[in-house]
């Protein structure tokens, strides 16, 4: 959908762009492209571009293939998930790769107070030891007659933490005045407060007074700015002038350490049509995801527009890409996906009906537009399976929901306990709610299983999954896997020719059944897995009334 009448203020609340001229297909013949790989063709192709500098940086570049996975797939004996197909060779029978909603859990954080307001969001989470620590942007809205006001009160970024990712405090921090006094939770008020997005850098040998560092900015304060703090509570300027100029930034846009490339990564808003300039705002087209990589967090190279494998053009209005933890070569993302649907009956129906007929008189997309969370993975950092299914929709019809804003996402999920005694850990992702109404909003939080955002299933019928030839590191099959009472899975290991590892045959595995995150496969003979380690080398899996999340082949 076209983006038409955008103001200069972004409440916040197809074709890409072209790439380098002549640019052709460089992976190899095996396709073997991860993000090391990707980083090298991409520099190839971006040779003729111009050299990057603080100011200026060169268009992006459009990928112009879609990577194949090579003959032999190297794992070694880290953790592979079932998110895309890079994997698969072959589905049969009633076996699919299903998509995981997670479960809406409690309020884990709510914007009441006066420094907040209902439109806080752009929200960052991420686990730093034993202490989980949450950013966002405190901001006010309202519609007075036909006019949406911002200015309540300043912008400003605060802070939350917890012990458990589930109870959050905000602390009196004593750093910037509001209304005569310091205690407060803000840590931020200067340029970059419309989408400030720490992170906690992972590089070896990175500086201890740079231990976390984030990205903020808009294009009318210049692009995205580079910043530093020794304690994630007490943030510093690196440099006066943006590191990164070459978008439209009206949304949150964020960076990370990525250990599998080697490198910084950023992940930030483009307009796929129209001027987005300091001095001419013209936006259009769709609200789309660009990217770079960067050796010194200040100069950024290897730009490049998100591609995604099978799904429409539509608005991607953020993008909370990070590296998955558990699987740290794998970069899963939480879109926020936005769409303009007009008015109709079922539009009037949905909540709020007084409120959103006001503020569409401001601008019609104020009272239309609604969002709902995606999921999307890659493990070249360019491109991305994209679930069109929604990760999380908006849900049962309640107040402060199914609005433009709605599910807006923290940036990754953290491992949290889970609500029944003994049970695994899960995931946690946090996801916006609020928006418009009232001076308060809130974060709910959400919960999936370790590595459940997508699994292969198969109901009772029985379905099974072969890989592609994987080579491997280890002495155990080890898999993340559920059941019913009287479903099963068994594995038989096969030579990349399809015949059977003899030992490893589905006769001679015992059945799996029950609901964990991670247990051994166990086949009856004395056959040593260890044996097989380096050889290419297809699993076979055979599911009745099962999911399987994960697989790793361990070395203890």
Known sequence: ????????????????????????????????????SFLKASVAAGASAAALSETAQPDAVQAAYWPKPPKDIEIGSRRELFIDGHLIEQLKGAARQELHNPVARDQAIVHDAPWEGNNCGYCTVF??????????????????GRQLI?????????????????????????????????????????????????????????????????????????????????????????????????????SQNLAFWDETAGCYRAYWRYFTEGITEQKVWKPAGLRAIRTATSDDFFNWKN??????????????????VSPYHRAPHILVGFPMRYVERGWSPSMRALPERAHREM??????????????????????????????????PP??????????????????????????????????????????????????????????????????????????PLRFTGRQLRLNFATSAVGSIRVELQRADGAPVKGFTLDDCHELFGDTVDREVVWKGDGKLSDLQGQPIRFRFQLKSADLYAMRVATA
């Open 1 to 36: 959908m076209p983006y038409n009448s955008l103001r200069n203020i972004d409440f916040d609340p197809g074709p890409f762009s072209r790439g380098v001229p002549g640019m052709t297909s460089t992976h190899s013949s095996s396709g073997d492209v991860n993000r090391r």
């Open 127 to 144: 686990q730093d030891g034993y202490l989980y620590r949450m950013y966002y942007r405190g901001k006010q809205l309202s519609v007075v």
């Open 150 to 250: 911002t200015n309540s009160h300043p912008e400003f970024y605060c802070y939350a933490e917890s012990h458990d990712g589930i109870r959050w405090t905000k602390p009196d921090l004593g750093i910037v005045e509001f209304n005569g006094s310091k205690k407060n939770n803000i840590i931020w008020d200067g340029v970059g407060t419309h989408n400030f997005s720490p992170f906690l850098d992972k590089r070896p040998g990175c500086p201890a007074d740079q231990k976390y560092k984030a990205l903020g900015g808009t294009m009318r304060e210049g692009g995205l700015f580079a910043f530093a703090s020794p304690d994630g509570i007490r943030w510093r300027l690196l440099r006066k002038k943006p590191v990164i100029t070459n978008g439209a930034f009206d």
């Open 303 to 320: 730009t490049a527009n998100l591609v995604y494998e099978d799904s429409p053009e539509e608005h991607m209005y953020t993008n909370q």
């Open 359 to 392: 503020r569409a008189e401001s601008h019609i997309r104020y009272g239309t537009g609604l969002t709902e969370a995606q999921v999307m993975a890659s493990r070249d950092g360019v491109h991305f399976k994209r679930w069109n299914d929604p990760f999380i």
């Open 395 to 468: 849900g049962p019809e309640r107040p402060d929901t199914w609005n433009y804003s709605h599910l807006g996402m923290a940036t990754q999920p953290v491992e949290t306990a889970s609500d029944l005694p003994g049970a695994d850990r899960e995931l946690s992702v946090y996801g916006k709610e609020g928006g418009w109404t009232g001076t308060s909003g809130s974060f709910r939080r959400y919960t999936l299983r370790l590595d459940g955002f997508v699994s292969i299933g198969a109901p009772m019928a029985g379905g099974e999954l072969l890989t592609r």
